[in-house]
């Protein structure tokens, strides 16, 4: 469902993503992970089509992202680390207005709304604004708009950012169901205990470079260690030893 073809991302003299060639298929849950200043999010801005590469091409569902971009986007919900919200719409006015961008009209559309207010437990809000909600509320709603229209691909940067745990134990069940219904997901996260329970295979990308792709049993091997958990193996990978021995030092 989607892939990079020796994608590179340059700005002036930095080069933020260098020739990284991946592919997620359908039905699965991906885990994007790296570091700050990575190129996590530069990746997933030109897969949503919100940059264009300095090279080469993405490809969603098929279709170049930046040949035919409308295309593109009509199979994809994102959800951004850092969401806009029109604070002056209520909860439902939102859903409604992107449901039309998107164009689910009618029953179908009330049918839909409906089915999210109570899936994301905020139909007591529905006609609240959005200005009186709380960060973890908004988050619940830009979820619900990103898969308003049954999206084949889901782009999620930072899922759990501001959810309490009843809230992440209903996204991370959301984003399985989604894989159950041959949907894809693509997730950057720094929670990597959420990554090791959800994701289906793991990226790591480290200064540009894409540096280990695997289930969490390959990225075992590659890390040639013993390490056992997926925080042992990032730090491993992207040289942050020094740091475990550091934490491991404090707790002891």
């Not at 680390?81 to 859903?95: I, S, V």
């Not at 959420?194 to 890390?223: F, S």
Request: one cysteine or more; proline letters at 3%; hydrophobic letters at 40%.
């Amino acid at each position: 469902m989607i892939e990079l073809r020796e994608v590179t991302k340059r700005y002036r003299d930095l080069t933020a993503v260098n020739r990284l060639s991946l592919h997620v298929g359908r039905g699965e849950v991906f885990g994007f992970l790296g570091p700050n200043g990575a190129g996590k999010t530069t990746t997933i801005k030109m897969i949503a089509g919100l940059m264009r590469p300095t090279e080469g091409s993405i490809l969603v569902g098929g279709i170049d992202v930046a040949v035919d971009p409308m295309r593109a986007k009509a199979l994809m919900g994102f959800i951004p680390d850092r969401p806009f919200l029109y604070e002056k719409l209520t909860g439902e006015e939102l859903l409604r207005f992107v449901g039309g961008l998107y164009r689910v009209e009618g029953r179908r559309l009330d049918q839909r709304v409906d089915e999210l207010f109570e899936l994301f437990g905020l139909k007591d809000f529905r006609h609240e604004w959005i200005e009186g909600y709380s960060h973890g509320m908004r988050q619940r709603l830009v979820m619900s708009a990103a898969i308003l229209h049954h999206p084949d691909v889901v782009i999620v940067d930072e899922p759990m950012v501001g959810l309490d745990p009843q809230g992440a134990r209903l996204v991370k069940s959301i984003f399985r169901e989604q894989c159950t219904r041959g949907k894809t997901v693509f997730m950057s996260t720094h929670t990597l205990g959420v990554a090791e329970e959800v994701c289906d295979r793991i990226g790591i990308i480290h200064k540009g470079e894409l540096i280990a792709l695997g289930t969490k049993e390959e990225l075992q091997q590659q890390a040639k260690g013993d390490a056992d958990r997926l925080e042992s193996i990032f730090l491993q990978l992207t040289g942050g030893e020094g740091m475990t021995r550091v934490v491991e030092h404090l707790k002891s």
